[in-house]
């Protein structure tokens, strides 16, 4: 079973009226992974045996007339997550000898409470640490539409094994980008909700501190606003947690196009690869065609984000692996990333974090008085391509790692953001534009991401697999 080839809302309906059942999802799900993740390492723990007796559990269920909305779909957790009788290695060799989880986080609570199982554990860089996906103890994953491309991170396992149809679902967290980066580069439709609506509760704290976003990943937006009905709510423990909305949003994305955009090539804060920019004015033009208001919007910040981030991610690594500067254990830290730890640790100080606070606010401010104009701001995902397996990626041409600079300022304004795909490259990479909206109006941006999905037609697939 090719998970490409059908929809997660197809696959629920089938084990509901017994067409198929969650013992032969799960059968599927981990014959893909066999075949398949020697090739690419999308997953870098499994446990079949699990897998399958929790689904003829969920089967059981089903028989005595439970509800049960996501039964037999089956997911991998991103390894930045708890998921209970796996180890969270956080893709590091400093915790690959840590205990089993002993519960699972709220978001794979709230997957497994309505049906879906979990079948394994993907790969993630070190501490969600870049935009590629790949770390000591598990090594390199790859691109399914070009392996020797990555497929973007932190969520580049789960991206990578939704892109090859391995599995229909994964969880990913997103802190500057780290859902809609590989969304983009995988041919997906991603979306990091507003921080609190999937509550990132429990005894643990974030690792990115404030800007943690936790969300499902799948294939086209419909399928993640139907998963998203079943995770998003309040939750106790999260302070930043947000109440349910008072309608679900699976039902009311009806492909209506909004009708006026604001559209920002370069959100004034740097260039963009000719290439992605012809791609993404392209798909700015189909939305003129077919009856949308385009409002060109050059500026929105009247600084770039990156600096401030800075601050907060490297304060948050700082906090988690900081006390391990000058032991032994220091050596088992990507050397990549040690840099950014001991910059959290000398470089930053308490009054530089409550300073990015306050330009957080500015910020949001700043993209506010925008979106009065209407309520839905279109730039590039990413400024470049593609990176390969061992380099950065590219923009006109040129090796730089600053391709990406799009997506980080929306976890500090936390306003919604998604990333549909357009078209593909000359390369036959995936090119993607980033859907942003308004503080909490989540809505408004899966309805756009499905209307422009419909118009945009994307329906090509990662071959070979």
């Not at 979990?118 to 501490?127: A, H, I, Y």
């Not at 983009?184 to 976003?213: D, E, F, H, M, Y």
């Not at 692996?321 to 050596?331: D, F, V, Y």
């Amino acid at each position: 079973m090719d998970f490409r080839q059908t929809t997660i809302l197809e696959l629920t309906q089938q084990v509901q009226t017994g067409a198929t059942s969650c013992e032969a999802l799960v059968t599927a799900a981990l014959e893909n992974i066999h075949r398949l993740n020697p090739i690419i390492n999308a997953f870098c723990a499994l446990d079949d045996a699990r897998a399958l007796a929790d689904a003829a559990k969920v089967d059981q269920r089903l028989a005595v007339g439970e509800h049960l909305p996501l039964a037999g779909i089956p997911f991998g957790v991103k390894d930045l997550e708890d998921a209970q009788g796996y180890i969270t290695t956080f893709g590091s060799a400093f915790h690959t000898d840590d205990a089993p989880a002993l519960e699972d986080s709220e978001l794979v609570r709230r997957l497994r409470a309505a049906g879906a199982i979990v079948v394994g554990k993907t790969n993630t860089p070190e501490f969600g640490y870049k935009g590629k996906t790949d770390n000591v103890p598990f090594g390199i994953t790859k691109n399914p539409w070009d392996l020797t491309r990555t497929p973007g991170g932190s969520s580049g396992g789960s991206s990578a094994a939704i892109a090859a149809g391995m599995v229909p679902l994964a969880t990913g967290s997103d802190g500057g980008g780290s859902i809609r980066i590989p969304a983009a580069l995988c041919g997906l439709s991603g979306i990091k909700t507003s921080q609190g609506r999937v509550p990132n509760g429990g005894p643990k704290p974030t690792g990115s501190g404030l800007l943690t976003v936790k969300g499902p990943m799948t294939r086209r937006i419909r399928d993640a606003a139907f998963v998203l009905d079943q995770c998003v709510g309040a939750e106790p423990t999260d302070i930043f947690s947000l109440p349910a909305p008072s309608e679900p949003w699976a039902p009311q994305l009806d492909g209506a196009l909004p009708k006026a955009v604001i559209w920002s090539p370069t959100m004034g804060i740097t260039s963009c690869d000719d290439e992605i920019l012809a791609l993404c004015e392209g798909a700015i033009e189909r939305l003129r065609r077919a009856g949308v208001q385009v409002i060109e919007q050059e500026t929105i910040w009247d600084k770039h984000p990156f600096s401030d981030w800075l601050v907060f991610w490297t304060a948050a690594r700082a906090r988690a692996q900081g006390h391990l500067r000058g032991t032994k254990e220091w050596e088992k830290i990507d050397a990549a990333l040690r840099p950014q730890i001991e910059m959290g640790l000398d470089r930053f100080t308490a009054a530089d974090y409550a300073v990015a606070i306050d330009h957080c606010h500015t910020y949001a401010y700043q993209l506010e008085a925008v979106l009065q104009q209407a309520p839905i701001l279109l730039t590039p995902v990413t400024r470049g391509h593609a990176p390969t397996l061992m380099g950065d990626g590219f923009v006109n041409g040129a090796e730089t790692p600053d391709w990406v600079s799009f997506t980080m300022g929306l976890n500090m304004t936390r306003n919604p953001a998604g990333s549909v795909p357009i078209g593909l490259a000359a390369d036959g990479m995936p090119i993607a534009m980033q859907v942003i909206g308004r503080q909490r109006d989540d809505l408004a941006v899966l309805k756009a991401m499905a209307a422009i999905e419909d118009l945009m037609d994307f329906t090509d697939m990662a071959t070979g697999f």
